[in-house]
């Protein structure tokens, strides 16, 4: 009787042990599903984002033929293709003193520069940042007007010794980024209200005004990019190649033009089911779709969207979906870039910002792998198709390929804060553009070159330089 109770005891230990065991293996191979599952979502991510020389081949070529298109009618195109009536660039030569002033949406900027012409360069500047009030955001335009132009000679009696204004010299003015009204009519009358003896000399906006600060330092620059919140870009066109041009031809023979080419669409982008939907959900969808895939606004919330996807159908961050991960726009792109740059052995970067911004927490180092994998996948698609656009630029003004007897070198001034502080972005364009080119010219080389010009809300602009010989 003993003895069969002890069999007894045995069988049951024996089978509470297989249970056990049993769970312990359901469970693993529940996890391994869901990792599956996740790595196969990040797989197709990867290889819906993929954008060989071929592709972007063919991305510079739409981008061409609807540069042409732009060119040759009002509306012809999604790309606006704007004449900027810009058609003298700085030569380098410029001396004085001149003061900028940059609108924005809740307030504005305005700056003072010494210029000391081709020996000189840049001799000095500073700015100030103003304010509007929000009675004057709705309120008339000669009370808008009439503050601008008060805070403009509040800063220009501040005007110090180091800030000379040469014999005979005067004072010129340039005005960035204003929409919707005659500006420089609405400002002009509004300094003289002021009592100030300034003439708006150009209005611009900030891509043709990042050409402008180019080429005063780089003789050779043709083309400007911004890669910020937002994207856009200007170039140097032959007059006689603008149809849609009606009037005189400028005495230079040539026009800047500001595409604004966020608004560029092709079927060779590399669209996925997060950029279609961030799209679809957006305030203006079906419009800026090559800036919704390049530019700073929104490469981390397409990060998001595939996250939450992994959530939602990998578990990929435990049963529950993590409330915060289901909020648009939560994760910046500043903050994917802290992550993709992270590089410590633990990638304790990428745990503290999943934390602090997701309220994430107790995440494995193999997840967060992923993660930087993600921001990578993200980042490359949007930084090489930056690179196809501006191929699609120079082969329109003929300076991608190699000319008989002649070298030729074309400077493409930079701007942004993507392009500045996202080092993984900017290499991964500049090493892309010098892929693209290189099978097309027998030497090309690509030179970072920074300095500071005009605009004070810029830390830096960069010129990237390539000779084509």
Known sequence: ??????????????????????????????????????????????????????KLKQVADAMVVEMHAGLASEGGSKLKMLISYVDNLPTGDEKGLFYALDLGGTNFRVLRVQL?????????????????????????????????????ARFIAQ??????????????????DAVGLDVVAELTKAMKRQGLDMRVSALVNDTVGTLAGGKYSYKDVAVAVILGTGSNAAYVESAQA????????????????????GNFRSSHLPLTEYDHA????????GEQIF?????????????????????????????????????????RTP?????????????????????????????????????????????TRGSRLAAAGILGILKKIGRDTVKDGDE?????????????????????????????????????????ACQRWFRPWSCSACCLTFTVS
């Open 278 to 285: 961030m799209d679809n959900e957006s305030l203006n969808p």
């Open 1 to 54: 009787m003993e003895k069969k109770v002890v069999v007894a005891v045995v069988c049951v230990a024996a089978v509470a042990g297989a249970v056990a065991t049993a769970a312990v293996v359901k469970r693993k191979m529940k996890m391994d599903r869901r990792w599956a599952k996740a790595m196969e979502i990040v797989k197709e991510m990867q290889e819906k984002c993929g954008t060989p020389i071929g």
């Open 116 to 152: 000391g012409g081709k020996d000189g360069g840049l001799v000095n500047q500073e700015f100030t940042e103003v304010s509007i009030p929000p009675n004057l955001m709705i309120g008339t335009s000669d009370a808008l007007f009439d503050y601008i132009a008060a805070e403009l």
């Open 335 to 379: 903050d994917m870039s802290a992550m993709h740059h992270d590089t410590s052995s633990d990638l304790i970067l990428v745990e503290k910002k999943m934390k602090d911004i997701l309220e994430i927490g107790n995440t494995s180092l193999q997840t967060r792998k992923v993660v930087v994998e993600l921001c990578n996948i993200v980042a």
């Open 408 to 448: 030729q070198k074309t400077v493409i001034a930079m701007d942004g804060g993507l392009f500045e502080h996202y080092s993984e972005y900017s290499k991964c364009l500049e090493n892309t553009l010098t892929e693209l080119l290189g099978e097309e010219v027998s030497k090309n080389h690509l030179d970072r």
């Open 242 to 261: 603008i149809p849609k041009w009606h009037g005189d031809l400028p005495k230079s023979g040539e026009m800047v033009i500001n595409m604004e080419w």
């Open 159 to 176: 005007e110090g010794q180091e800030f000379e204004l040469p014999p005979g010299g005067r004072k010129g003015f340039s005005i960035d």
């Open 291 to 331: 800036e919704k895939l390049i530019s700073g606004m929104y490469l981390g919330e397409i990060v998001r969207r595939v996250l939450l996807k992994m959530a939602e159908e990998a578990a990929f961050f435990g049963d529950i979906v993590p409330p915060k991960l289901k909020t648009p726009f939560i994760l």
